[in-house]
């Protein structure tokens, strides 16, 4: 069954409601799907077939008997392995959660659940969701679909892999400092990281908590809006969420002719040339076509990567405590308690997330806090007023997801810094809490997909996904 490749998944949900396509038969296909392309993409940690085949039978029934249930009932979808499905496997690509099994459903598997969405798997991922390639998983990295000698990029890897080797129609990545928008760059699909709050945190292991949120991935701008309102929602148990607005007037795609778009030269430096000329071919014809696009600079940009790397790595240090082998986590022997905690860590975590802990440690230390660790909110902060400023006048921020688009293996970190260089384009927008999507948008001269990326208000999450859907339908190279 070719319709996990060529169909998007409204598009099948509603030969589903039809009655012409049965949710069996489809969670079948996306099970034989990954069956068959996952040995080679190593996209999927964990397969749940039977409660997968269980939801499928479900939501057949009810469709059957004329029931509503939601514009996705019955859609295969992967989930990323750092949120809890209950009694499933969860391992964060970690030793230190190998064997851990998932006591209850996070939030937002509640609400697809009840929607009738059907998981078929756990997607592989950096390890803790640290990394952009996927190299730091104790699985291994996804490789992108299409062309193995690259891959799929990080931390939600499998979940862009899956739905670009169209194993599943959706995906659930997270995204701390832009881990749905650079692999959905890099595998040629549509990712976005809602505003801050607009998805509940509840049940997803932590990295980096004032960053991060779960964020869909899709095939379109229609099924990822489409998603999206199924997972936003406020939830009591994580008080930072407040779900998203009910939609405004942009649920149809803007005109081009009304779209006012900054472009910030500090993220279009420095791109590969591919990216390049795929970027500013847009970005002309764009102005051809009646859009006000206008290049601007934000120096405050320039702190990005340091703002983001000092923050994330101090949440992370203090996330990660509860990963000692007694509370959570991969059990340590030892003659005391000092020594079973040492093990259990020592063991238990990679080597890119002691790295973290370590920083983060540090720059939350007595003599560090004051001049690292605060001046590194308050750059955020500076990043947040100069964002807030341009929106006021422009709506959106227009520049490529990445310089580069899919690395080969073996290329995550800056050699002498140590410092990760993917997120340049994509950090801002998490240290901001305002919404970003990452859409396919042409290839570069290897063939390989280039994304570019669209960064909105606070809550115009939908505006956002409109805008993009717009500048790819209307305008091609
Ligand atoms: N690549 C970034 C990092 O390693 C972002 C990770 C993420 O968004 N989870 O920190």
């Known amino acids: 069954m070719d319709e996990l490749k060529t169909f998007t998944a409204l598009e099948l949900a509603r030969l589903m409601r039809k009655g012409r396509l049965s949710p069996v038969e489809l969670a079948r296909a996306s099970l034989d799907a990954i069956e068959r ?8 940690i964990t397969i749940t077939g039977e409660r997968a085949m269980d939801q499928a039978r479900r939501v057949e029934k009810r469709l059957l008997a004329g029931e509503e249930i939601s514009p996705l009932a019955g859609v295969p979808i992967i ?17 230190m959660l190998e064997n851990y099994i998932a006591p209850y459903d996070a939030g937002v598997v509640e609400m697809l659940e009840k929607a009738g969405l059907v998981i078929v798997g756990k997607a592989n991922m950096d390890e803790f969701a640290m990394g952009s390639t996927g190299e730091t998983s104790i699985f291994g990295p996804a490789l992108l679909p299409g062309n193995k000698d690259y891959c799929a990029g990080g931390s939600s890897s499998g979940s862009a892999a899956a739905v670009a080797a169209g194993m599943a129609l959706l995906s659930l990545g997270s995204d701390t400092g832009g881990s749905v928008r650079v692999p959905a760059s890099y595998c040629g699909i549509w990712g976005i990281k809602p505003t801050y709050g607009a998805v509940s945190r509840y049940g997803m292991v932590t990295h980096a908590s004032s960053l991060e949120q779960i964020g869909p991935m899709a095939k379109s701008g229609a099924d990822l809006v489409a998603l999206l309102e199924l997972c936003a929602g406020a939830d009591w148990r994580n008080a930072t969420s407040v779900g998203l607005p009910s939609s405004g007037s942009y649920d149809e795609p803007p005109q081009i002719n009304i779209l006012k778009i900054a472009v910030p030269q ?57 990963f000692d082998g007694i509370r959570f986590g991969l059990p340590g022997v030892g003659a005391d308690f000092e020594e079973r905690i040492r093990n259990s860590r020592g063991q238990g975590f990679g080597r890119e997330v002691k790295r973290r802990i370590l920083l983060g440690t540090y720059v939350l230390s007595e003599k560090q806090y004051e001049s690292r660790f605060l001046k590194a909110r308050e750059a955020a902060r500076r990043i947040k007023e100069a964002l807030e400023a341009v929106m ?27 410092v990760c260089n993917f997120d340049t384009n994509t950090a801002a927008a998490n240290l901001t809490g305002l919404p970003a999507v990452s859409f396919p948008f042409g290839a570069d001269e290897k063939g ?18 409109s805008a993009a859907e717009t500048i790819c339908h209307e305008v091609s190279l």
């Open 37 to 44: 392309e996952n040995k080679e993409i190593n996209a999927v």
């Open 79 to 95: 989930i990323k392995d750092n949120i809890l499905v209950e009694g499933v496997r969860m391992t964060c690509a970690s030793r």
């Open 266 to 322: 500090e993220l279009t430096e420095g791109c590969t040339s591919g990216v390049h000329d795929v970027f500013w071919g847009c970005v002309e014809k764009l102005k051809a076509l009646g859009a006000r696009v206008d290049t601007i600079s934000i120096p405050e940009l320039r702190y990005t990567l340091a703002a983001y790397n000092v923050i994330s790595c101090a949440e992370a240090s203090s996330n990660l405590s509860r």
């Open 392 to 418: 006021s006048e422009y709506f959106l921020i227009l520049c490529p997801t990445t310089k580069t688009t899919a690395p080969c293996l073996g290329q995550d970190l800056e050699p002498e810094t140590g």
């Open 448 to 465: 390989l997909p280039v994304g570019l990326h669209l960064m909105g208000s606070a809550f115009q999450d939908r505006f956002v996904i």
